[in-house]
């Protein structure tokens, strides 16, 4: 069978299984886009191209599928830049395809030109730039096996336009043939043996989940391997919701603002059991200081984490879900349960911080001030119960985290290594596509809100009805704490505006549903009438105080020991 390049990639894209495109046509990728009319994968236009990549990313967070976007070349390829970087910090399988100049073109400074393999090189798995359209098929295939196998990732093919016009015989091959990408997923046999011994020798162990748990789709396995031995979970912000935060041994987000007994039991265990996670400088704060007196289990599938920061007694590099499962029969062969160490201790030391330190803010009873926090806690107590939560990048973030109740995985969709700022509003729009029975909430700055917000016209354009809560305190709130903190309260370039723009007014230009709440009494309302709109997406700015700031906190660069708590709840534990 006869076909274009074109032609040949939009069926092997059906060939994926593909099912949503996010995307924004222009000249080099022009071709490609007429067969989509006679396609059954839906594509979804977006207003800029960013917003294709962060579409993409959050319906693979919360599908486990990989999203797909396409753009044209030249500022379309750098627009898609940073969400590129951003999956590939985040470890989130997205498939980009940019258009390009033609190939005799290549090199000449053409119009919309750019070396899109070349710029996008630092920050994919692995990226294609195809000459032959006979190859179209088999590097798709390539293409969707390298973004979802061993670490997942961002890849990317660019196709120029005369490929894409050229014609080729169709074929589908039948399997993926790449020699030097073989990813390791099975962990070594002694050195799980070598992790069962140290579980069973150690008294203050705890857990260091990472987002690597639910790549992996091993929260079941994280479950059982937490039951057997009664060690305590803390969820990074990457992996909340990979295990309950109603569990009796889940102690929530550790980390620069996590709570106090999550990172201080990180400092004072015996023993630290890294699951997918990478010991980010977010989580450790002062490497040197960080849990001192722990021996230290390090189970991932990238052999590039182990030894990078830490130094690992027992590295062992493979699935994560296959490596647990086997440290799982390993304890129950050296005999399970029964043969655990008292651990009552820890737990009770764990308990006291928890009782002594807990999250805390104060809403008063009185007046308009709206505190943030407040705002989500009537958020979340009001939500369906599996509501997806997405974030961008901020306080609003922190309090996003901390303050939810997050009891299935797949439920939580943030931009985590690269924080971008600007991720909810179109990772929302893609969450809601991937996951369209579940209610899907994005809690926004309003510095954040203003950088990807006509992605709102996207989703009611294509009826696509996520709801957005703003946490309006008109600042760059991260940044203006910070020089609150540590500049002297130089508060420079911070400001905002209470006023400008006028959120409600925007959104309803926009087609969605605008409110704007300004005191505690109307949070409730505004809230249920959200949730009561399926129709359209809604979009509520609560003008929440601005000087609230979120704790705990680690300063940057400075020990776990440091973490600053709410100067309510004074120096305890230091």
């Known amino acids: 069978m006869k076909l274009t390049g074109a032609q040949a990639l939009i069926k092997s894209l059906e060939m994926q299984e593909v099912e949503v495109l996010f995307g924004l046509p222009g000249g080099a990728i022009l071709p490609v886009y007429d067969p989509i009319i006679d396609s059954p994968i839906r594509h979804i236009l977006v207003r800029h191209e960013q917003g294709a990549g962060h579409m993409a990313e959050g319906y693979a967070q919360v599908t486990g599928r990989p999203g797909v976007a396409m753009v044209t070349s030249g500022p379309a390829a750098t627009n898609i830049v940073t969400p590129l970087c951003n999956a590939y910090m985040d470890s989130t399988p997205i498939v980009v395809i940019t258009g390009q100049v033609a190939s005799t073109a290549i090199g000449t400074d053409a119009f919309q030109e750019c070396d899109t393999t070349g710029i996008t090189m630092p920050v994919t798995k692995h990226n294609w730039l195809i000459t032959d359209a006979q190859d179209i098929p088999r590097v798709v295939k390539e293409a969707f096996h390298v973004a979802t196998t061993g670490r997942p990732g961002p890849v990317l093919v660019d196709l120029p336009k005369d490929v894409a016009n050229a014609p080729m015989d169709w074929y589908w091959p039948d399997i ?35 987002g690597g748990i639910l790549k992996a789709h091993a ?64 989580v450790t704060g002062k490497v040197s200081a960080f ?21 690992p ?14 440290i799982n029969k390993a304890i129950r062969d050296q005999g399970g349960t029964e043969a655990q160490p008292d651990r009552s201790a820890w737990i009770d030391q764990l308990r006291t911080w928890q009782k002594q330190y807990p999250l805390h803010y104060e809403q008063p009873e009185t007046g308009n001030t709206l505190k943030p926090q407040f705002a989500l806690e009537r958020l979340r107590d009001n939500a369906p119960d599996d509501t997806i939560l997405v974030a961008g990048v901020g306080q609003h973030q922190m309090w996003s985290s901390q303050y939810w109740r997050f009891e299935e995985p797949y439920t939580w969709v943030n931009s985590g290594g690269l924080g971008t700022m600007g991720f909810a509003v179109p990772a929302a729009v893609g969450a809601k596509v991937g996951q369209p029975g579940k209610t899907v909430w994005a809690v926004d700055g309003d510095g954040c809100f203003q950088m990807t917000a006509q992605e709102l016209v996207t989703a009611a354009t294509e ?38 723009p006028d959120y409600k007014m925007w959104a309803e230009a926009m087609g969605c549903e605008g409110m704007r709440v300004e005191s505690p009494e109307e949070v409730d309302a505004a809230i249920d009438k959200a949730n009561g709109i399926d129709d359209r997406p809604v979009v509520i700015d609560f003008r929440v105080d601005y000087r609230e700031k979120v704790y705990p906190m680690v300063p940057a660069g400075g020990s776990n020991d440091d973490i600053i708590l709410d100067p309510s709840q004074g120096e305890g534990g230091r």
């Open 176 to 210: 993926v043939d790449l020699p030097g990408y073989k990813p390791t997923t099975r962990g070594h046999p002694r050195m799980i043996r070598e992790a069962a011994r140290l579980i069973g020798e150690s008294h203050r162990p705890v857990i260091y989940a990472g």
């Open 291 to 311: 849990a001192p007196d722990a021996k230290i289990i390090h189970v991932d599938i990238d052999p590039a984490e182990l030894n990078k920061v830490k130094r």
């Open 463 to 500: 009826r696509i009805p996520i709801k957005v809560a703003i946490l309006n305190n008109a600042y760059l709130g991260m940044v203006r704490q910070w020089q609150e903190l540590f500049y002297e309260e130089r508060y420079s370039e911070v400001y905002l505006s209470p006023h400008l």
């Open 219 to 282: 929260a079941e396995a994280l479950r059982e391997l937490v039951d057997m031995t009664g060690i305590p979970v803390v969820t990074t912000l990457m992996a909340r919701g990979a295990f309950p935060d109603s569990h009796e041994l889940c102690l929530g987000m550790p980390g620069m603002h996590g709570n106090y007994t999550a990172v201080t039991s990180m400092q004072k265990c015996d023993l630290l059991i890294a699951l997918g996670s990478r010991f980010d400088d977010r």
């Open 313 to 326: 007694d027992v590295p062992i590099v493979g699935d994560c879900r296959l490596v647990i499962e086997e």
